[in-house]
């Protein structure tokens, strides 16, 4: 079966992704696999400036999801690009740069900088991290923010390198911000980050995380994310926005929670939380829902995306 993935203007061997933010640039799972192997690695998102983030603890497993409220730690752009771009060049993987922003202006400039470095396959703008400190920066959130960074972004980007949105679940309209995002100039919309929640710890009776809230991942929230493409993959079928691809993510173990996502629209899925206690999860579900897609009948991969909407 053919598993090749277009998402507009790139071609990738496969549909299979990391998730950004689960594995950083990758270099922990390449322990257990060759990251060449997957569609691309999606890199933990990047900003200006090194940050150590939020206050620990700042992970707390619950029986229906892990929470994070990481809060944006990282290197900085240019530490990013002088090790982990480097690191994912050298070992031939292609990098979809996560970026993250608090501002316009900011978001405008990662992606500057990134436009003249080689090994950039494609820039996904999180706009959508549930742990920034101030709510009212979720772009996401409210679809003149989200078109603003897109579009700012989108203008210092050559045309050659897609551009990816990466939307919250914790909306009204999933298709209004998405409309928001392809008018600016979006390429692709990656569905979902995480869902906002808070755990409380019934033995010492305080919330678990030290920031209160953080971003619910895992299975509990696939169904979630299945619904967010399909309402999306559904109103561009229905031509209230332009078709572009989805990128589908959200507690997805196993190469049939893949083909769940990929029936309601996505021609790409990413892998993340599983990969904390697998971490070779995302190269076995590429291995499963190729034999899952062609399970069913279909010679390509490309042909079983947004199935589902299919009338008889
Ligand atoms: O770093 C984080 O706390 C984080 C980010 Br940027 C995000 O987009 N989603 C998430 O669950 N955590």
């Excluded at 080689?118 to 003149?144: D, H, K, Y």
Aim: glycine share 10%; hydrophobic share 50%; charged share 20%.
């Amino acid at each position: 079966v053919d598993m090749t993935a277009r998402i507009g203007s790139l071609t990738l061997p496969n549909p299979l992704m990391t998730a950004s933010g689960c594995a950083a640039a990758g270099r922990e799972l390449h322990q257990f696999f060759d990251v060449g192997e997957l569609g691309a690695v999606v890199t933990k998102s990047v900003m200006t400036a090194p940050r150590s983030g939020r206050d620990t603890p700042r992970m707390a497993e619950t029986d229906s999801g892990m929470l994070n409220s990481i809060g944006l730690q990282g290197p900085g752009i240019d530490a990013f690009v002088e090790k982990d771009l480097a690191w994912l060049r050298e070992v031939g993987a292609r990098a979809v740069v996560s970026i993250a922003g608090s501002s316009v202006q900011e978001f405008r400039d990662l992606a500057a900088r990134l436009a003249d470095e080689p090994g950039v396959a494609a820039i996904e703008v999180n706009i959508s991290c549930p742990n920034v400190a101030n709510r009212g920066l979720v772009f996401a959130c409210e679809p003149t923010s989200a078109a603003s960074v897109v579009a700012a972004v989108r203008a210092v980007l050559p045309p050659t390198i897609p551009l990816l949105a990466k939307l919250s679940p914790d909306v009204t309209d999933i298709v209004e911000i998405a409309a928001a995002c392809v008018s600016a100039g979006a390429d692709g919309l990656t569905m979902i980050n995480t869902l906002l929640g808070i755990s409380i710890d019934v033995d010492r009776m305080r919330p678990r995380l030290a920031g209160l809230t953080g971003g619910l991942s895992g299975p509990a929230v696939r169904p979630v994310a299945v619904r967010c493409i399909w309402q999306v993959q559904a109103a561009m079928l229905a031509g209230r926005l332009p078709t572009v691809p989805i990128v589908g993510v959200g507690g997805v173990r196993t190469g049939l929670d893949a083909l769940e996502l990929v029936l309601a629209g996505a021609c790409a899925v990413q892998v993340g939380t599983v990969a904390f206690h697998d971490p070779s999860a995302p190269l076995r579900v590429r291995d499963e829902l190729a034999k899952a897609v062609q399970e069913r009948g279909f010679s390509s991969f490309m042909d079983a995306v947004g199935h589902a909407h299919r009338v008889l």
